[in-house]
């Protein structure tokens, strides 16, 4: 993905993120630079700092500010993700070993909270305390949006507005920070500030959903994760609600919501491919990155709004 | 603790700390204030917060900020003994059963961060870019000491110098910062904040040596967990250090942590009890709490400062 320079002008200035990744790494005490190296260097595709130096491009792009708030936000979500290999069981992410696989279960949630703390550093290094202070909302959301999802597991009077509800604390919030913190580094006036917020927040509700799509139609050695993961781990997303809203009464998902077995998994992952609720999913999130284009209507015609909305579509049309 | 008035002219104002805590209960979607309500209702003694006051009683004692940041430091401290209890699979913690006996594991995980989320909101409050600053090198130098910590477990070969970089970054960077916190919110002049910084490290240290004594001669009742619990988790601290250095080739620890067996973790209690390190523990204690109260010595003589004294008395004596 990097190499078709996908992110346009800021493509050479993301090695500096990474620059800042291979510091911590080899700034600390032995054992903890190696589980920061397993971590960080999952090939992530950087797309939360991409669009922070992206949305910098519109005001005053100073690096010194922007590298440590893109720094920030994919730790905190590699964070996030150390922290969900925890409550998830999960043995494999992106198909490497996750850390919980190599390491105890109680040191995977300490290399969480020590991902967190470099997060808070490097968000401290932007000088800005309004920038701290959406980080901490961000915290927030998603903390709240995670154990939503855990304690709504295996529920099925979940509604299609509970999911979006909940992608929208779990991932979108974060996409907003980042575009909102860029045009806030970078100085930009409150209307832009908070156009970037919502092309933030649209594009990640976008990509989650085109997230939970995959996880029906993806290839399982690209995804790194078998095909129907979240439905066996109790989770309803917008194709299982689609489906369970054309037929309430009954339907393959509240079989094996009621009585999970391997076959009723098959059989729902099956009614979920089959009976259109994919094509209605990829529908719903062309919506929401359309609204996250068209909230970038106001902002100059730079280059970098071109770039920020082909991003947009490459996400639709992405494959893992 | 709390009605024989140990925190001095602070004890009313502790009250806001307890309200704070009472408003995050309150002001959630359930079950989220269900879960806050078990782990901030345990009947901790605050003992943190009434530092933050107690150091801020020696500039201006704003209360708008002095309580965010008293919260915070005992959100940041619950954050973490929710996420040790998930570390150590310990059932109990203060004798009520831990949050992690309440719900899943992940949850618990869950709990952490959104307990995190809420200590960043209250340091945000305070308006203070150098004690978020603070804050953030807290969380960082906690995280390291608690992954140091579960990496060496079982390693009879660390040292007492070990264990005491170990405690520091655990347990005494907190008190620490609780102290130098109070200390810059209230508007200070460096030196006095240095020196509650050296007071609070100094009093955390003793907290910390008086912990780990009690570990092995509190009543298992009061303590909520069973005598020798450390050592049953592998976890060296300075009484069995200093047993270890008396008999460095052969003593009944590194027997224990060779072959772990009920018998022979008995053995090594027994050992720790008789042979004198317990004494000889205290005296260490004795001396970090007689650092902590001639850092005072360059402060105006308020009677805050002999609170603050009594204070490193009282942890001294404390039986749980």
Redesign the interface.
Known sequence: MRTQALYGAVQEDLSLVEDVFESLKHG??G??GD?LDIVLSGGGKLLRPALALLSGRFGHYDLDLLVPLAASVELLHTA?LV?DD???QASTRRGRPTVNSSF????T??????L???A??Q??KT?N?RV??L???T??I???G???Q??TAYDSRQTIRDYLQRIGGKTASLFATACEGGAIVSGQPDEWTQAFRDYGYNFGMAFQVVDDILDFTGDPDAMGKPVGSDLEQGTLTLPSLLLMDRSPKSNPIQKYFTRPSRERLAEAIQAVLEFGVIQESYEMARDFSQRANEALDLLPDLEDRQTLRDLTEYILGRRS
């Open positions: 600390d005490y054992p903890l589980m996030t922290h925890v409550i998830d105890h279960n109680s040191t949630v300490m290399l969480g909270d020590y967190f703390a470099h808070a550093d968000v401290v000088d305390l701290v202070r980080f901490s909302d915290l927030m998603m903390a709240k995670e154990i939503r855990d304690l």
